[in-house]
C-alpha cells in the first residue's frame, strides 16, 4: 500500500487543497523599484567628499578675468550671476558677462567713470540690477545693467566747515553700498569724517548725513569701513583713529547707540566689515593684521579674534559663507616671507577659511603670487570670486557642485573673424609697422643662402621698443587723444603768416613802386 507522499508525487501540482500565497505588498513593490533603479543608474561621484578637502568651498577647478593692468579693488557679481563688474587703479571698470562670453575670457565693455581716479567699490542693485561704481573722488555715480551712466551725485561745498549743512562729499569717498532692502538708496563713507544715505532720484543733495566724532576734540576721522546690517535695522561703521560705531536706522543719527574706542589699532583700522545673516554678528577685518568676531548685540569686546593675517590693501574684504557658518578673508603676499616664517605659502596671497563662533582656522588655500584683495561668495552660483593686486580675478567652481557662471564660458570656443574690414585691433598691434616681405620682390640669392635666417619679429613690444600708436578718440593714461577731424581742421584753419608766400606779398606792391618811387 501506498503512503501519502508517494500518491501526492504522482498527482498534478494545482490538484487538491492548495497553500496560500501571499501576495506582494506596496513596500515590496517599492524596494524592488529602487533596487532595479540603482542597478540602472551609474554610480555618481560624491562631489561632497571632494568639497571636504577644501571646508566646504568649491575650488577644485579655477579661471582667470585678466584684463587690467593694475590692482583689482572693486569687485560686484549680480544677484543672478550673470554678469560681473571689476574696477581697478588703472581708473577703468570692466563688465564681464558669463553668457555671452566664450573661453577667450574677454569684457564685453570697458570705461572710465572719472578720469584718473582709482575705482574702489563696484556694487550690483538686489533688484534694479543698478551698478553703484564709487572712485577715490567726492561724487558718486550710478550705472546702468549696461555700463551707461544714469546719475552723478553732487559735491559739497569744501568752504563749509559744519558738513551737516554740505549736500554732498567734499573729500574723496572711501567706502559704500546699496540699502539691502530698498534699491532706491545707498550709503557713501568718506574722508571727510561723514557717512552720507543717498536717494537714486535725488542727484542735488545727499537725504541723510552722519558725522563721526573724534575722541580727540577738534580733529576728523576718516570713515575707512562701514556696513548696513542685512535687515538694515542698523549702520556700522569704522573710523581712522580704530573706533567702532553703530546707529539704529530708526533714530535720528545725532549720537551713536553703541562706540568701541580701539576696536583696531590707530590709523590702521578696518579695510572691511561683514555682517552675518541672522544680523547679529559683525566680522571685522583690520589694516593692523587681524579678524575680529563681534557681537552687535553687546558690542563692547570682541567675542575671537585672530591675528598675523598680512593685509596688504586699504580694501581687503571679509564676508561669511551664505550659509553663516564660516568666514572668509584674503591674505596677503609677503616678499621673503618664506625666510621670516615657517610657512612656505607666505609668499603667496591666500584665502583663509574660519569657523564664524570661534575662528578656528579651517583652511589656508594659495591664490596667486600677488596679494588677495576682493572676493566673493555667490550662493546660486557656488562659486568663489577672488580679485588680486596683479590685476586678475580668479573665479573658483566645481564641475559637480557648482552651475552656470563659469561653467557657461569655459568650454564656449571663440568666434573667429571672417569679415577682412573688420576691427582688428591694429591700433595696438606692435607689428602694424613691419614690412611685408615679399619672396618675388626679394633677392633670390639671399634666399637660398642657408646663413640666412628669416626676420624675428619682437614679441613683446615693451622689450622691443616699438613706438606707442596715437591715441584714438578719448585721451587715457596721461595721453592726450586725437580725433578724426583734427588733422583736417589744422589744414583749413591755417595760421595767416605760415600760410603766406612771402615772394607773392612782395609783388604785390611791385606796380604800385613803379608807378610812384619813392
Request: aromatic share 6%; hydrophobic share 35%; with cysteine.
Amino acid at each position: 500500500m501506498l503512503d501519502e507522499e508517494t500518491l501526492r508525487s504522482m498527482l498534478p501540482g494545482h490538484f487538491g487543497q492548495q497553500g496560500k500565497e501571499e501576495l506582494p505588498t506596496a513596500q515590496d513593490h517599492n524596494e524592488a523599484s529602487q533596487e532595479e533603479e540603482k542597478e540602472e543608474k551609474a554610480p555618481v561621484p560624491d562631489t561632497l567628499d571632494v568639497l571636504k578637502e577644501y571646508a566646504g568651498l568649491p575650488l577644485t577647478r579655477s579661471i582667470q578675468l585678466k584684463d587690467h593692468t593694475k590692482s583689482v579693488c572693486a569687485l560686484g557679481i549680480d544677484r543672478s550671476g550673470a554678469r560681473v563688474a571689476s574696477g581697478s587703479t588703472d581708473y577703468d571698470v570692466k563688465l564681464w558677462d558669463f553668457g555671452g562670453m566664450a573661453s577667450n575670457l574677454r569684457p564685453f565693455k570697458t570705461f572710465e567713470p572719472a578720469e584718473n581716479y582709482p575705482v574702489i567699490q563696484l556694487a550690483f542693485a538686489p533688484q534694479s540690477k543698478n551698478l553703484l561704481c564709487l572712485n577715490s573722488a567726492p561724487q558718486p555715480r550710478v550705472y546702468d545693467y549696461d555700463g551707461n551712466e544714469l546719475a552723478v551725485y553732487k559735491k559739497g561745498d569744501v568752504f563749509m566747515r559744519d558738513m551737516r549743512h554740505t549736500t554732498g562729499h567734499i573729500s574723496d569717498i572711501t567706502c559704500g553700498m546699496w540699502h539691502p532692502l530698498d534699491d532706491t538708496h545707498f550709503m557713501t563713507g568718506g574722508s571727510d569724517s561723514t557717512i552720507r544715505l543717498w536717494d537714486v532720484n535725488h542727484k542735488a543733495s545727499q537725504k541723510t548725513v552722519i558725522v563721526l566724532r573724534s575722541k580727540n576734540r577738534g580733529t576728523k576721522t576718516q570713515v575707512s569701513a562701514a556696513t548696513y546690517t542685512p535687515d538694515a535695522r542698523a549702520i556700522v561703521a569704522t573710523g581712522q583713529d580704530g573706533a567702532m560705531y553703530m546707529w539704529a536706522t530708526n533714530g535720528n543719527y545725532a549720537r551713536p547707540s553703541a562706540i568701541v574706542q580701539g576696536a583696531h589699532t590707530a590709523s590702521q583700522s578696518a579695510t572691511s566689515l561683514a555682517a552675518s545673516s541672522d544680523g547679529y554678528t559683525l566680522a571685522s577685518r583690520g589694516a593692523d593684521d587681524t579678524l575680529k568676531l563681534w557681537d552687535l548685540r553687546q558690542l563692547r569686546l570682541p567675542l575671537a579674534e585672530k591675528q598675523e593675517l598680512p593685509n596688504g590693501s586699504d580694501h581687503t574684504d571679509v564676508l561669511f559663507s551664505p550659509d553663516g557658518r564660516q568666514v572668509m578673508t584674503g591674505l596677503a603676499s609677503v616678499p621673503g616671507g618664506s625666510m621670516r616664517t615657517s610657512d612656505p605659502l607666505s609668499q603667496w596671497g591666500q584665502l583663509a577659511v574660519f569657523a564664524s563662533d570661534t575662528l578656528h582656522q579651517q583652511l589656508v588655500y594659495p591664490v596667486a603670487q600677488s596679494s588677495v584683495i576682493r572676493l566673493a561668495w555667490h550662493a546660486r552660483l557656488e562659486q568663489v570670486f577672488a580679485s588680486t593686486r596683479d590685476g586678475s580675478v580668479h573665479v573658483y567652481y566645481d564641475e559637480h557642485a557648482s552651475q552656470l557662471g563659469a561653467l557657461l564660458s569655459v568650454n564656449k570656443r571663440a568666434r573667429t573673424r571672417t569679415n577682412p574690414f573688420a576691427d582688428d585691433g591694429s591700433q595696438t598691434d606692435p607689428y602694424a609697422d613691419v614690412p611685408i616681405i615679399i619672396p618675388e620682390e626679394t633677392d633670390h640669392d639671399d634666399w637660398l643662402d642657408p646663413v640666412y635666417k628669416k626676420p624675428q619679429f619682437p614679441r613683446n613690444p615693451k622689450n622691443a621698443r616699438v613706438p606707442e600708436r596715437p591715441l584714438e578718440g578719448r585721451g587715457k593714461g596721461g595721453r592726450i587723444g586725437r580725433s578724426a577731424l583734427q588733422p583736417l581742421m589744422m589744414d583749413l584753419v591755417e595760421s595767416d603768416l605760415r600760410s603766406e608766400d612771402p615772394r607773392e606779398a612782395l609783388l604785390k606792391y611791385a606796380d604800385k613802386a613803379q608807378k610812384d618811387p619813392p
